[in-house]
């Protein structure tokens, strides 16, 4: 069982940044993509960004463009998701997915194997 472990949440001011790590238990980015969702509270689930396993692809959500940037170390497993320009409406729980179910497009899940969360709250 593939298991995605979050890091990196926290506390920031608006206008601060965070950067966000998915450590995975296998070496399984040889063949998945990996992307970030996030859910605040009381809203559904929303893709973030998505990367391909090469690398070669990647994509954004709107809300996050220019803003955010997503990229992969796959000798260490790991996905990050570099976070600037922090806003409040980026306060949420963020969570890593891996699959081979495409980019996120349509706000579709990457695949079934999902992290268990790490909780970003942006305030000041």
């Known amino acids: 069982q593939v298991q995605l472990v979050e890091s990196g949440g926290g506390l920031v001011q608006p206008g601060g940044s965070l950067r966000l790590s998915c450590a995975a238990s296998e070496s399984i980015f040889s063949i998945y993509a990996m992307g970030w969702f996030r859910q605040a509270p009381g809203k559904e689930r929303e893709f973030v960004a998505a990367i391909s396993w090469s690398g070669d692809s990647t994509n954004y959500a709107d809300s996050v463009k220019g803003r955010f940037t997503i990229s992969r170390d796959n000798a260490k497993d790991t996905v990050y998701l570099q976070m600037n320009s922090l806003k409040a409406e980026d306060t949420a729980v963020y969570y890593c997915?891996?699959?081979?179910?495409?980019?996120?497009?349509?706000?579709?899940?990457?695949?079934?194997?999902w992290g268990q969360g790490t909780q970003v709250i942006v305030s000041s």
């Open positions: 997915n891996a699959g081979t179910n495409g980019l996120g497009y349509g706000n579709l899940a990457l695949g079934e194997h």
